[in-house]
C-alpha cells in the first residue's frame, strides 16, 4: 500500500523549527531550569534582527563611517558599532536575567541599572565585528557569550566576567551577510538559524553543525608574514606546498572574524591569528580573548574542532583584564593539531 500525499509531504519537506521553539525545546532538557536562560536568548535574537534590518539598508541610512572616536583597543569606532551596542544593551537590560554585561567597546563592566531587576547571567559581546569592512558592504558579525554569576547576588563583579572560557552557559554569533545567520551553542552541539525576513522568524537550516576533522582552506592575513614566528611561518610554507596528500591549501581570508570562522565551521580548514611581532606596546595580537576568542572557541570544541594560541587552548586562559588579546588558531580539529606540532617545535 503506498504512502499518501501528507505521508510523502512529511517525508520529502524538513520540519519548521524556529529559534524560540527550538530554545524552548532545549529547556525540556534541564527539569531544573525557571525559563530565565530562554528569554535572555529571545531577546538578543530580537537585537539581532533590528542590527541587522540596519546594516542591510547601512548605504541608505547616514550610518556608515566613523565616529571620530577610538574604543579601548585604539580601534576605531564606527556608527554601526554604536548602533549596534546600543540596541543589544537597549534589548538585554531590563529583562531581569543579567547581573552585568561587558562590550568590547566599552572601557568597563557594563552595569545593569537600578530599576531594572538583576538576574544571575553575565552577558559578553562584540557588537559589530569586521566593522573596517562596514564601508565596502563586505560580511559583518555579533559575536557574544554566556556565563553564570559566581556571586548570585546581582552584583556586578569584574570576576564575573573574566572567567576561563570553559565556563560558558552558551555562545554564539550572527552573521550579516547575503542572509542573516544565527549559530549559538549551549553547550550540547551546534545549530544555525538563518533569517526569514518575511516572516521576522529565525528558522534552522543547519541542525547539529560539525567541522570536518581535516580541510584544506588556510584563512590568514599574509600581509602580516614578516612579523611572525618562524615555526608559523615554516607552517604556512607547508600548507602552500605541492604534495600528494591535500596540499596545496587554498587561500580565504575576508577579514571579518565571523565570516572567516564560519566558512571554517562549514567546510572545515584553519583560521590563525598569530601572535604579532611588530610593537609589543600596541598590544599584538588583534582578537580579544573574552569577546571574540573565547565564545568562537568554545562553538569550535562543542562542533569537534579545536581552539589554541599554539601553546595552550584557549578555553584554559584565566582573562587578567577585560580587553586582553591572544593569537587565535581555531578550525578543524586534525588541522589546528598539525599547526600546534610546528609552533612547538615538534614538525
Request: proline share 4%.
Amino acid at each position: 500500500m503506498g504512502t499518501t500525499a501528507p505521508e510523502r509531504q512529511s517525508a520529502q519537506t524538513p520540519l519548521l523549527v524556529t529559534l524560540n521553539r527550538h530554545i524552548a525545546e532545549e529547556q525540556r532538557w534541564h527539569p531544573e531550569a525557571t525559563g530565565t536562560f530562554t528569554r535572555l536568548l529571545w531577546d538578543l535574537s530580537l537585537a539581532a534582527k533590528i542590527i541587522s534590518r540596519e546594516v542591510n539598508k547601512a548605504g541608505l541610512a547616514e550610518i556608515l563611517g566613523a565616529t571620530g572616536a577610538e574604543n579601548k583597543s585604539g580601534d576605531r569606532v564606527m556608527k554601526l558599532d554604536e548602533f549596534a551596542e546600543h540596541h543589544i544593551r537597549r534589548a538585554m537590560e531590563a529583562g531581569g536575567y543579567l547581573c552585568c554585561m561587558a562590550s568590547e567597546e566599552e572601557e568597563g563592566i557594563i552595569e545593569i541599572p537600578d530599576d531594572y531587576p538583576h538576574g544571575r547571567y553575565v552577558l559578553v559581546f562584540d557588537p559589530l565585528d569586521g566593522s573596517s569592512n562596514i564601508d565596502c558592504n563586505a560580511t559583518l558579525g555579533t559575536i557574544f557569550g554566556i556565563y553564570r554569576s559566581l556571586h548570585g547576588d546581582g552584583g556586578s563583579h569584574l570576576d564575573d566576567v573574566l572567567q576561563h572560557g570553559r565556563n560558558l552557559v552558551a555562545a554564539g554569533y550572527l552573521v550579516y551577510g547575503s542572509s542573516t545567520m544565527l549559530v549559538y551553542t549551549s553547550g550540547k552541539g551546534v545549530n544555525g538559524f538563518t533569517l526569514d525576513p518575511s516572516l521576522g522568524e529565525f528558522l534552522l537550516s543547519h541542525a547539529s553543525m560539525r567541522i570536518p576533522e581535516r580541510g584544506n582552506i588556510y584563512s590568514i592575513n599574509e600581509g602580516n608574514s614578516f612579523c611572525w614566528d618562524d615555526n608559523t611561518k615554516r607552517y604556512v610554507q607547508h600548507v602552500k606546498a605541492s604534495s600528494a596528500d591535500h596540499r596545496p591549501y587554498t587561500q580565504r581570508y575576508i577579514g571579518t572574524l565571523v565570516a572567516d570562522f564560519h566558512r571554517t565551521l562549514i567546510k572545515g580548514g584553519i583560521f590563525l591569528y598569530p601572535n604579532d611581532c611588530r610593537d609589543p606596546k600596541k598590544a599584538k595580537p588583534k582578537l580579544r580573548l573574552v569577546y571574540e576568542a573565547n565564545p568562537i572557541a568554545f562553538i569550535a570544541e562543542q562542533a569537534g574542532g579545536r581552539a589554541t594560541t599554539g601553546a595552550e587552548r584557549i578555553l584554559d586562559i584565566k582573562p587578567a583584564e577585560l580587553h586582553q588579546k591572544v593569537a587565535l588558531i581555531v578550525g578543524s580539529k586534525d588541522e589546528v593539531a598539525l599547526y600546534e606540532d610546528f609552533y612547538q617545535g615538534r614538525r
